[in-house]
């Protein structure tokens, strides 16, 4: 369930953000609109769910360099 995923996130994230590790969550992003983002599997992006995803990692990308 969303539920599961986001409290595994938070404990994850302050985990590995104590150990210094920079974390692109891409499932905030992606949740904002799940039926805009998602296709019918509910698995896979759609075509904007992907450019959503890309601009994330592109701008997490830039932050580290």
Same mark, same amino acid.
């Given at each position: 369930t969303n539920?599961? #995923?986001e409290d595994f996130n938070? %404990?994850?994230t302050a985990m590995l953000s104590k150990k210094g590790i920079?974390?692109?969550d891409l499932y905030s992003? #992606?949740?904002k609109d799940i039926n %805009?983002?998602?296709?019918?599997?509910?698995v896979h992006?759609?075509?904007e769910g992907t450019k959503a995803?890309?601009?994330s990692v592109?701008?997490?990308i830039k932050n580290c360099l």
């Open positions: 539920e599961r #995923i938070k %404990k994850v920079i974390i692109n992003v #992606i949740a %805009k983002y998602i296709t019918d599997d509910l992006l759609t075509d995803a890309a601009t592109s701008k997490a």
